[in-house]
């Protein structure tokens, strides 16, 4: 049985064949990715064949119509390019001081506010749970029936009743949730948010970072081992490179403070202090090149490390 998914992403030649009757088609794809209707993305390697089942039925002018169909719909990567937009909903690292994107894929449509929410709304993708980012919306948070209006930049935001009972650093934290992820549109420079019809009165705070300055020196795994390149060598991270190289990384990002490095290597993805042993690798399947690389780290990450075939990677991670 194929899976629901929004869309499937082909660039391979579908030709249509029978299938057990006059009424019934099949169509071979190798499906190279999919978005499913939360907007999250998974490359598929390798690529995936996948059986559509299409059947038809006459109309009362005895023309043949498709009757059922795979849920979704099948798209190119050109198509898929031209129609979908990356949009990053935004989330708090475990410290709470820090917005990280989980970026999500919607179609280019005048729905983008509220997909932007509701999707805000019911959390993280799955490989950024389990407490690798947090979210300040309570539990059972919906966008209630009057969605999301924009006027004059302002976007105001109806929630359900859940929210308005929050203490104030909570609703401050939510709108700052709402305000960086809707900055996406263009036409959005505020947030104002209602819970059953009336404003959510909210206080100043402080702003949490969402925009991160990378180092100029290029961070990555030579002959020399894992550290800063320059033309001829590499400059070891101090307390950090000697550890890395250890774990045959395939992948990794150093933390700002350059304190901590997240790994990515063939059993999974951990993190390594400088000052401690590494903690327990924590796997993360089904991680997509459209998906941000910062699970695993401390904190938002000052550079990441590409490999061979990373940048070979033509939608890489965020």
């Known amino acids: 049985m194929v899976a629901d998914f929004l869309v ?42 996948q059986a559509l089942d299409y059947e038809f039925a006459l109309n009362d002018d005895g023309e043949w119509r498709i009757s059922a169909a795979p849920k979704g719909t099948v798209l190119s990567n050109r ?10 909903l935004y989330f708090f690292d475990p410290s709470g001081t820090a917005l990280v994107p989980d970026v999500r894929w919607f179609p280019d449509t005048a729905t983008r506010a509220e997909r932007i ?10 490989w950024y749970q389990n407490g690798v980012l947090i979210t300040s ?5 919906k966008l209630e029936t009057d969605g999301v209006t924009v006027e004059s930049g302002t976007a105001t935001v109806a929630l359900s009743a859940e929210a ?10 939510m709108q700052q949730q709402l305000r960086v992820s809707l900055l996406a549109l263009g036409e959005v420079k505020a947030v104002q948010m209602t819970a059953g019809g009336f404003p959510i009165e909210v206080s100043s705070g402080k702003t949490a970072e969402s925009s991160f300055l990378a180092k100029s ?32 990384p395939l992948g990794a990002t150093l933390g700002r403070d350059a304190e901590v490095a997240a790994v990515r290597n063939a059993q999974g993805c951990g993190a390594w202090r400088s000052t401690r042993p590494p903690c327990s690798s924590t796997v993360v399947p089904g991680s997509s090149t459209r998906a941000s690389t910062r699970a ?3 904190g938002p990450p000052s550079a990441t490390m590409p490999t061979a075939s990373a940048r070979s990677t033509r939608r890489g991670r965020a």
């Open 117 to 126: 929410v509701r999707q805000l709304l019911a959390g993280p993708a799955p």
């Open 296 to 298: 695993g780290s401390s």
């Open 217 to 248: 020196d290029p961070l990555g795994l030579a002959e020399g081992g894992f550290g800063y390149l320059t033309a001829s060598t590499t400059d070891p991270v101090p307390g950090i490179s000697e550890s890395v190289q250890q774990l045959g």
């Open 79 to 88: 198509g898929f390019e031209r129609s979908f937009v990356a949009y990053p």
């Open 137 to 141: 919306f309570p539990t059972g948070s």
């Open 8 to 49: 499937r992403v082909t660039d391979s030649p579908m030709s249509p064949e029978p299938n057990g009757g006059d009424d019934r088609l099949r169509i071979a794809a190798t499906v190279q990715a999919t978005v499913d209707e939360t907007g999250v993305y998974k490359e598929l390697r390798p690529a995936e064949p």
């Open 164 to 173: 308005g009972g929050q203490d104030a650093d909570t609703r401050w934290r």
